[in-house]
């Protein structure tokens, strides 16, 4: 070559590069994104349908159905992670970029973290109205599952990379992920009851924050192992 | 630079690559040595493991044994700055069908380094400048193809690695492909191929037969 080589864009250029690629094709296509968030609203508002109004009822199971409803919309939603990338062959592509492949997971999880689990902690407030949550508990049911579906995630991209090369994973996504997940489900559920009881609930967004930092600083270059493995 | 991207160090080579899928041995101790200028082409049937052997190659299968180097360092050891020097046209083109091409060719351009051509003119090159506005998914195949090798124009690196790059395009589309190769192995380019036909062109062209 005559000229020296350029050099290879900055890593977090590609990052970012990949979360507004991700973006960018989730509002060509918004039905990906809504219908988990449909799931998610359907549940929670058919629930007290069945169960009746009664308010103490509601107040008390309010948490765990929303908590439960949120962690299936984000399963829901895991599927398509990598699902199009492996078929279309830009999976490869990102494979040969000398790009470090775990901050690529990254821009991949955060923008589908952005189009999954995002909509999910804005919509709660309106779909607690039917469990008659106070005020104080919503902000806590909010930053929760803010803290919780980062979580989930960022562990699903774990699953959704080894089961990309099956075709019909899903069940076995589910199967892999949901005893990763159960800590942040139970964690999450209880913080929320005992904010609406009056209780000290600090601890337990301690924790999840915890869960999601960890899982911050090991799901991606998990991802990204099994995305090697999957692209065999 | 006084290593590295040198005219006269870039090279790539391959000794006694071995590879298998599942309990088949695609091919045994297979080797090759290419210099900057210079085209390898991988010849054999359907199923003789030329795509895998490529795909072994930028690190996505394993060899059973063997190694290929890179400006003589084993790639493995050194896989970023190989990734950083090449570019992989594969049998799917990679881009994504609900963007357009120039969305797609901006998201390519933060994976690698970049070359100094500008977009339109790549475009008006390979004839696909009026696709600008389009979603890539209303493409036609031949069309697509273009677009990846608008990929490799965009990129500045020396290794081009062409999966049978004449699928889908017409005879104007595979006289291009051969034109802009010729452009690149004078610029001190390497470029490794997979293809069933054969290839004419005015330069070193190495064969490794599967």
Sequence with gaps: MSAPQRDVPGMLDSLFAVARRDLLLAWKRPGDVLNPLFFFAMVCTLFPLAVGPSAEQLTFSGPGVLWVAALLAML???????????????????????????????????????????????????????????????????????????????????????????????ALLSLL????????????????SLAAG?????????????????????????????LRISNE | MATGSGAL???????????????????????????????LLFEGSN???????????????????????????????????????????????????DLTLVENLHFESALRPQSADDLDSVLERLDISRLKPLPLRSLSAGQQRRVALARMLLADVPLW????????????????????????????????MAAHQDVEIDATVKKVVL
């Excluded at chain 2, 051969?178 to 610029?187: C, D, F, Q």
């Design chain 1, 76 to 170: 829901i939603a895991l599927n398509s992670l990598f699902l199009s990338d492996f078929d279309d062959g830009s999976l490869e592509q990102l494979l040969v970029s000398p790009q470090p492949l775990p901050l690529l997971a990254i821009g991949k999880t955060a923008a589908h973290w952005l189009t999954s689990g995002l909509p999910l902690v804005l919509v709660s407030p309106i779909v607690a109205i039917t469990y008659r949550m106070p005020g104080s508990v919503v902000v806590v049911l909010m930053l929760t599952l803010t803290l919780g579906t980062m979580s989930l995630s960022l562990l699903g991209s774990i699953g959704a990379a080894l089961t990309v090369g099956l075709h019909r994973g899903t």
């Design chain 1, 198 to 226: 009056n209780e000290t609930y600090s601890a337990g967004v301690w924790a999840l924050a915890a869960y999601a930092v960890g899982a911050l600083s090991l799901a991606p270059f998990a991802t990204a192992a099994a």
């Design chain 1, 177 to 192: 992920i949901l005893p990763l997940s159960m800590p942040v489900l139970i964690i999450g559920a209880n913080t929320v």
């Design chain 2, 161 to 192: 690695l062409m999966d049978e790059p004449f699928t889908n395009l017409d005879r104007e589309g595979r006289a291009l492909v051969m034109r802009l190769v010729k452009e690149h192995l004078a610029k001190g380019g390497l470029c490794a």
């Design chain 2, 9 to 39: 160090t870039t090279q790539l080579s391959g000794r006694d690559l071995t590879l298998f899928r599942g309990d088949r041995c695609l091919f045994q101790d297979v080797g090759f040595a290419l210099q900057a200028g210079e085209l």
């Design chain 2, 47 to 97: 199923g003789s493991g030329k795509t895998s052997l490529m795909k072994a190659m930028v690190g996505l299968l394993e060899f059973e044994s063997g190694v290929i180097e890179w400006n003589g360092k084993p790639v493995g050891e050194q896989r970023q700055v190989f990734h950083g020097s090449l570019v992989w046209m594969a049998h799917r083109v990679g881009l994504k069908a």
